[in-house]
């Protein structure tokens, strides 16, 4: 693996993801978990300088000691930080300085790349900061979406963006046997400390759908009252279509008793074809319940999936986000990645279309809230 290329690859990719952006774009933060696209591109900079950069480069320069307030996220080690609410009340550092703030920890990344005397340690950071930066990637789509498509404008974030078709194959569910299957990360390659460690899982028969839930299918649970029937929802996913008056998807709108969607093309005609997206677990389990079937468990969907197609959105599950056996937090601040999220949120699987290239694999477990749907979420049916 040639470090200095991939580092650069993952860098310019941010920046072509924001390359569309108007200044203004950058600074909001419109509901708590969007954050600011600014805020994005200096706290994957962040990262870098502070887990690499300061520990480990000798002669490294800070390029400001206040940033570390700005763009901490949430590691405690490191010290206090901007609280989260408050990411898009700052006009400064501006998005210039922070472009400024990339391009200079770049050249010094690049320059203490070029030194060669890269340890395994040093290394296995590095490519957690690729990896990183990846998963930031994918944030920034899903927050610039939520960003221009709460706009009342409804602006395009580029007309060239081209959707993956996702054709429904219409074929039975897939069965599979009774028995003990293994769950979890093996083999060389990168892993989150969360995919480990492999173990052995007991399921029983099960049959799960070769298809994601489309919108077509999706519209008819919205016809038949779905949204209306306390029968099909948790108590907490009840109180939450309540108290938030939640009548389908988030970004659909009934215009003149005609279902739009906004898209990263701007406001556009529902297309029936594609798999129902940003839905909570409360309505992937209110759909499935509705069915009369249920959502699979992470184990039962990573024991099938060589059997389907997989990519187009992040799939609910029924499981609840847990240590696997044998899970251990790394030392020091980087034990703060993953370990200490695994209290109420529920674990989705597969990728996501605007998941980066290669940032997915079959063990991948992301992790959401069940009320959460501004990433690209849909409903995979078991029974
Ligand atoms: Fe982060």
Not at 284 to 291: E, G, H, I, N
Not at 329 to 341: D, T, W
Request: proline residues 5%; negative net charge; glycine residues 6%.
């Amino acid at each position: 693996m040639d470090l200095a290329d991939c580092y650069k690859k993952v860098r310019q990719r941010t920046e072509a993801i924001c390359e569309p952006l108007q200044t203004e774009d950058y600074v909001v933060q419109p509901v708590v978990d969007v954050s600011p696209p600014k805020w994005h591109i200096g706290h994957t900079t962040w990262f870098f300088e502070t887990f690499i950069l300061k520990p480990y480069f000798a002669e490294y320069q800070e390029f400001d000691p206040n940033y570390n307030y700005v763009f901490n996220s949430y590691y405690e080690t490191v010290g206090n930080r901007v609280i989260r609410t408050d990411r898009g009340n700052l006009s400064r550092p501006t998005v210039i300085d922070i472009k400024r703030y990339r391009k200079y920890v770049d050249d010094a990344m690049l320059n203490f790349i070029a030194c060669g005397d890269i340890s395994d340690e040093v290394k296995e950071l590095l490519i957690l900061g690729f990896n990183h930066e990846e998963q930031h990637q994918e944030l920034l789509l899903t927050d610039i979406k939520f960003i221009l498509g709460n706009n009342p404008l409804f602006p395009a974030y580029s007309k060239d963006y081209v959707s993956p078709r996702s054709e429904k194959t219409g074929a039975p569910f897939i069965k599979l046997e009774e028995g003990v299957y293994e769950i979890g990360f093996e083999g060389e390659g990168f892993s989150f400390d969360n995919e480990l460690n492999r173990h052995k899982v007991y399921l029983n028969g099960f049959e799960i759908s070769p298809d994601l839930v489309t919108n077509a299918e999706y519209l008819e649970f919205i016809n038949d009252g779905g949204y209306h029937d306390f029968r099909h929802w948790h108590a907490a996913g009840w109180d939450w279509v309540n108290s938030n008056k939640v009548e389908a998807p988030m970004y659909w709108h009934n215009i003149d008793g005609e279902w739009h969607n906004y898209t990263y093309h701007g406001l556009e005609k529902l297309d029936l074809h594609e798999p129902a997206r940003h839905i909570s677990y409360y309505e992937a389990y209110a759909y499935a319940s509705w069915k009369g079937m249920r959502l699979p468990t992470e184990f039962e969907w990573e024991a099938a999936a060589k059997q389907f197609k997989w990519g187009k959105c992040w799939e609910w599950t029924e499981s609840a986000y847990l240590p696997y056996p044998g899970f251990a937090k790394a030392p020091g601040a980087i034990g703060e990645y993953n370990g200490k999220f695994m209290v109420g949120q529920k674990v989705l699987k597969g990728a996501s279309e605007v998941t980066s290239p290669n940032h997915s694999r079959i063990t991948y477990r992301n992790f959401f809230q069940p009320e959460l749907r501004w990433q690209f979420t849909g409903i995979r049916l078991a029974k």
